[in-house]
């Protein structure tokens, strides 16, 4: 089963990820910060990151820069979410190390096509 790990310091926004990737079937964990993030990339193998970028104490443009540093850590895709709708926010995201940027709201089809396509999965 493949794991992925969401990054978001709203708790209603990780409860509604978790259901939608849950009932896909995906393995989820959760993190509020890329902080607390970093910690469990150290400690637990991803398949996959789901990271918003305006979070308290690291925020996920630096989430990522740090996780894509770290050579002896797994290198897997990640999908940065958020509400910046900016071409300049986007671009950020990709300077950062993200491999799709998707705006908030999500629409549960939309996100496991994504999830799916980046982990490599054929689309039902």
Same mark, same amino acid.
């Given at each position: 089963?493949?794991?992925?790990?969401?990054?978001?310091?709203?708790? /209603?926004?990780?409860? $509604?990820?978790?259901a939608i990737l849950e009932s896909a079937g995906y393995a989820v964990d959760e993190a509020v910060n890329g902080i607390e993030a970093l910690e469990k990339a150290?400690?637990? /193998?991803?398949?996959? $990151?789901?990271v918003d970028v305006n979070m308290p104490k690291m925020d996920g443009y630096a989430f990522l820069r740090e996780l894509r540093q770290h050579e002896d850590l797994p290198q897997a895709p990640a999908v940065m979410i958020s509400t910046e709708a900016e071409l300049v926010d986007r671009t950020k995201a990709y300077e950062a190390g993200a491999n799709f940027y998707i705006l908030k709201p999500t629409r549960p089809d939309s996100l496991t096509g994504h999830v799916r396509v980046l982990l490599g999965e054929p689309q039902p």
């Open positions: 089963m493949k794991r992925i790990l969401i990054v978001d310091d709203a708790a /209603t926004v990780r409860m $509604y990820h978790r150290l400690q637990f /193998t991803y398949d996959l $990151y789901l």
